[in-house]
């Protein structure tokens, strides 16, 4: 079996070239002498700065300069301070939907981690098998969201839908999510699982295949039980690509919009109002950019510390 | 290689994957269904097995020029966005890989927080600067705005792979009168070769689902697939058949992605010096 | 600049401050690299670390502030610097 992992030792460009000098599996990861200092490594990277700059950093200005103005147009505005954010951050609107969208967060990694990473476990490893599995898991992915939120629209639907037709008539259980709260909520966090669980399992999938076998020969000798060899064998070597994994369905799920808009329009009542449906409903509905440009940066101010902390806390442990 | 085969160590595994993964596909076979049936059955009963098939669905989709015209810019921009991030992110990964510079760290994190903008109120400056520097409703200027969210990650998972490269192998190339362009291109590429597969996928598959942004800066020659789709509204209610058909086609591009960098994933990749 | 972006002199003041400390932290670098150390936050950090925590401390403070208080934005202002020196220097 050629299931190469790390590139160390392996042909280059037709010729082979010398495996590092500690060889083995793994090994140039964890080398010991730093990274050499050289200024003129930003070269390199000026194309990425200059090409994000230019969708980044003009729209940051300008949301900035919308949460201190109450603007009507460029020419007719005035100058309000900090009004916005004070009135932004007293709301009680935006107060209930700030924790709903926390817990609508918490929620979703709490779920989807652990499924992601135990399909990523049970997927096949080789042969036919191994691609039909890796091309259907992904599926949801490819899916455009607001096409998430049609299929989920329809599917939950009580009626015409195969889901909710079954929780009503097969499980006997009344199901309405344009009606229930829970019923609507349930919907929404159930298909964000569906819809995200296969990124946590594609990424965890290719974390584990990362794994160099010797490893768990290693297990197999000192008699592991597979509990054991997921929990001291697997799991530490799943911190790069779980770090990814975190901060992508944190901030997506913390912005969630385009599918809880389509399926419940943030209905019934305020039960699915994330922070994003509210935000649009102030910027895009009633059009008074002030409000929305304080709203935009509280919540980016909210999300980058969330992430902040969570990137340091998982790249930074064990250190 | 000694992979446990967790078919053997937990037999019940296999079973409860595919049973997940034929969940997973219930809302997916629903839409199907509904794509080839008339309208008036997906809204008259229920029933599980369609009872008249068509295929006017389809056929609508490809002969009306708004629908498969919004189809073939949707593939044109992800493309395009794609070879793009991965033409800038490449050096630039490969910078944060071999060297440290002065607020490398930093960098770093601040090409990620761009992920991070609630987009409701930036679309009006998004608007505002496509439409000023001349790129409001071209192809370009999708990939461009795309390219907001997909360069980090780009960066970061050819970073992560990059990282796992020894250094030696840039040493003794230098040794050996390579020049940096020379290298990159002639050893370092093809070696990263699944990172290269893996990142396309990626950004290929966050630009295609995306609709608030590339639907602001697009009106008539770009316009995305999504957009389009969530226009079919018209007096007689939704048409709920075409929109299902027009679903079940937003899918194929990604499926044939998939298909080709499956191979590269199922090589494992860590992302991270473990 | 475009009037789309309806600047007002404050918000350039905040923007022009920022890149001037940006500025800054460049310059100091190129005279003394950074060293990265542990303070009372508990995790390495180096200076530019610490800015960055600090920076957002600070915005934490005016943002809690105005929440929940009617005294005067001056004083959330002072608090907020006061903050981001103490972690700028012991975090």
Redesign the interface.
């Known amino acids: 079996?050629s299931?190469?992992?790390?590139?160390?030792g392996?042909q280059?460009?037709g010729e082979v070239?010398?495996?590092?000098?500690a060889g083995g599996s793994?090994?140039?990861?964890?080398?010991a002498d730093?990274?050499?200092?050289?200024?003129?490594?930003?070269w390199?990277?000026l194309?990425?700065?200059v090409?994000?700059a230019?969708?980044?950093v003009?729209?940051?200005?300008?949301?900035?300069?919308?949460s201190?103005?109450d603007?009507f147009s460029?020419?007719d505005?005035i100058?309000v301070g900090?009004e916005w954010?004070?009135s932004v951050?007293?709301d009680p609107e935006v107060r209930a939907a700030f924790v709903r969208t926390l817990l609508f967060s918490a929620q979703v990694l709490l779920l989807e981690i652990p499924l992601g990473v135990a399909?990523a476990?049970?997927?096949?490893?080789?042969g036919v098998w191994?691609?039909v599995?890796?091309?259907?898991?992904?599926?949801?992915?490819?899916?455009?969201?607001?096409?998430v939120g049609?299929?989920?629209q329809?599917?939950a639907r009580g009626?015409?839908?195969?889901?909710g037709?079954t929780i009503n008539n097969v499980l006997g259980i009344n199901f309405n999510y344009t009606l229930d709260s829970t019923d609507a909520w349930i919907t929404v966090l159930v298909m964000d699982v569906?819809h995200w669980t296969?990124l946590v399992a594609?990424?965890a999938?290719?974390?584990?295949?990362?794994?160099p076998?010797p490893y768990?020969?290693a297990a197999?000798i000192d008699g592991a039980s597979?509990w054991a060899?997921f929990r001291h064998i697997q799991l530490?070597?799943?911190?790069?690509?779980l770090?990814?994994a975190i901060?992508?369905r944190f901030?997506d799920s913390f912005?969630i919009?385009?599918e809880p808009f389509v399926v419940t329009g943030g209905g019934p009542g305020n039960a699915t109002s994330f922070?994003?449906i509210l935000?649009?409903k102030i910027?895009?509905g009633q059009f008074d950019?002030g409000p929305?440009?304080a709203?935009?940066l509280?919540?980016?101010?909210f999300?980058?510390?969330l992430?902040?902390v969570f990137?340091?806390v998982l790249?930074?442990s064990g250190? | 290689m000694a992979f446990p085969r967790s078919g053997q160590r937990l037999p019940w595994a296999r079973t409860v994957f595919w049973l997940y993964v034929a969940t997973l596909m219930l809302p997916l076979l629903w839409m199907f269904g509904m794509s080839i049936r008339p309208n008036e059955d997906i809204l008259g009963s229920f029933s599980l097995i369609p009872q008249r098939v068509t295929f006017d669905n389809y056929v609508t989709f490809f002969t009306d020029a708004a629908w498969y015209s919004s189809y073939l810019n949707s593939i044109i921009y992800t493309s395009l966005n794609a070879v793009m991030s991965l033409v800038v992110a490449l050096p630039a990964a490969y910078a944060f890989s071999r060297f440290r510079f002065a607020g490398d760290k930093h960098l770093f994190f601040w090409l990620l927080t761009n992920r991070m903008a609630p987009p409701a109120v930036f679309l009006l400056p998004f608007f505002q600067i496509y439409q000023s520097v001349g790129l409001f409703d071209t192809h370009l200027g999708v990939a461009i705005a795309h390219m907001l969210f997909n360069v980090p990650l780009a960066v970061w998972i050819l970073e992560g792979f990059m990282s796992g490269i020894p250094r030696e192998i840039d040493e003794t190339a230098a040794i050996d009168g390579y020049s940096l362009p020379r290298f990159f291109i002639k050893i370092f590429l093809p070696m990263i070769r699944s990172a290269i597969g893996v990142t396309a996928f990626f950004c290929f598959m966050f630009s295609w689902v995306e609709l608030l942004i590339a639907r602001t800066i697009t009106s008539v020659n770009a316009k995305p697939i999504a957009a389009t789709m969530t226009r079919t509204v018209s007096a007689a209610g939704v048409d709920w058949g075409l929109l299902a058909a027009a679903g079940v086609l937003t899918i194929v591009p990604g499926a044939i992605v998939i298909w080709f960098v499956r191979n590269y994933i199922a090589k494992g990749f860590s992302l991270g010096r473990v | 600049m475009p009037d789309w972006m309806v600047w007002t002199v404050p918000t350039a003041l905040v923007f022009a401050g920022l890149a001037l400390l940006l500025v800054v932290m460049a310059v100091w670098a190129r005279l003394s690299p950074p060293v990265a150390r542990r303070g009372f936050l508990r995790i390495e950090t180096d200076r530019g670390d610490r800015l960055y925590i600090g920076l957002i401390s600070a915005a934490v403070v005016l943002a809690g502030w105005i929440a929940v208080s009617d005294l005067s934005m001056w004083l959330a202002l002072g608090c907020a610097l006061l903050v981001a020196v103490v972690i700028g220097i012991w975090g």
């Open positions: 079996m299931e190469q992992t790390t590139v160390a392996s280059v460009g070239v010398p495996a590092t000098p793994g090994a140039a990861e964890t080398r730093p990274k050499p200092r050289n200024n003129r490594a930003w390199l990277v194309p990425v700065v090409s994000v230019f969708t980044a003009i729209p940051l200005m300008t949301v900035v300069n919308f201190v103005q603007v460029p020419s505005r100058f900090l954010f004070r951050t007293r399909l476990v049970v997927m096949p490893r080789r191994m691609s599995a890796l091309v259907l898991v992904a599926l949801p992915l490819l899916i455009p969201w607001n096409v049609t299929i989920w329809i599917f009626d015409i839908g195969l889901g037709w569906w296969p594609l990424l999938y290719a974390g584990l295949r990362s794994i076998g768990f020969q197999q597979a060899t530490p070597r799943l911190r790069g690509v770090t990814i901060l992508l901030m912005m919009y385009t922070l994003s935000l649009s910027a895009v950019l929305a440009g709203f935009s509280l919540y980016f101010l999300v980058q510390i992430c902040y990137f340091t790249t930074r250190r």
